[in-house]
């Protein structure tokens, strides 16, 4: 076996066992949530690009900082729903049918739509943080960016991608998107990348307390293992 190979099956053979199974007994109907979750991010995309419904998918899920926070947390968990005009929606409805497949077999629906929304929502707030901060700051931003408007599954795509490489110890994979992420806010430093930064942050920040509830756990249950048990 070469080298390659282990490596790949060291990384990602839990995540591989995890979803193989599910997938060869109820195939699609595994992934009934992923599926209404594309479906819906491709209703809205036809509907914003249409005359008659632009203003209508605004109103419902655009998310800029520039507006009141209850407004904008009000639109949040709709606007992960929402791709974005400048860039092509297949890549979109690509990304959520693999992360989002993946999280919803590994995971479960509810598990992956609370960390999906927590993914979104830290960019949310990240945005009026930056601006407040700054371009001076370091992770600051300009007052230009108070009126863009942030939607689309990006952040919660690259939060449950890391989320799965912990949880299912595809280590390097994890890295590899947090690098790609750092890599992006460094060449383009506009409002998208560093709200994905966030979104990353705010997912370590739950892969902390996930691991410290089960070491709680392990600890009186007599187990020394810091890391939660991976679901096959």
Excluded at 24 to 38: D, E, I, K, N, Q
């Amino acid at each position: 076996m070469s080298t390659v190979v282990r490596w790949a099956r060291a990384e990602w053979g839990p995540l591989y066992g995890a979803v193989r199974g599910p997938v060869l007994r109820r195939r699609w109907r595994a992934l009934p949530m992923t599926l209404g979750v594309v479906c819906l991010t491709a209703l809205v995309q036809f509907t914003q690009n249409q005359s008659w419904g632009y203003r209508f998918v605004q109103n419902i899920g655009a998310v800029r900082a520039e507006d009141p926070l209850w407004l904008a947390l009000l639109r949040t968990p709709l606007s992960l729903f929402v791709p974005a005009l400048d860039l092509p929606v297949w890549g979109a409805l690509a990304q959520l049918l693999i992360v989002f497949g993946l999280a919803e077999i590994c995971l479960g629906r509810w598990r992956t739509l609370a960390i999906a929304y927590v993914a979104t929502l830290a960019g949310t707030i990240y945005a009026r943080v930056g601006i407040a901060v700054g371009p001076a700051g370091l992770l600051g931003l300009p007052g230009t960016d108070a009126d863009v408007v942030d939607t689309g599954p990006s952040a919660a795509v690259v939060g449950l991608a890391v989320f799965l490489g912990w949880r299912y110890r595809a280590y390097a994979t994890a890295a590899a998107v947090i690098v790609a992420m750092v890599v992006e806010v460094i060449l383009k430093n506009n409002l998208a990348g560093k709200e994905h930064l966030a979104a990353i942050v705010a997912v370590l920040v739950l892969c902390g307390v996930s691991a410290l509830r089960h070491r709680r756990t392990g600890a009186r249950s007599g187990s020394g293992s810091g890391l939660p048990p991976i679901r096959s």
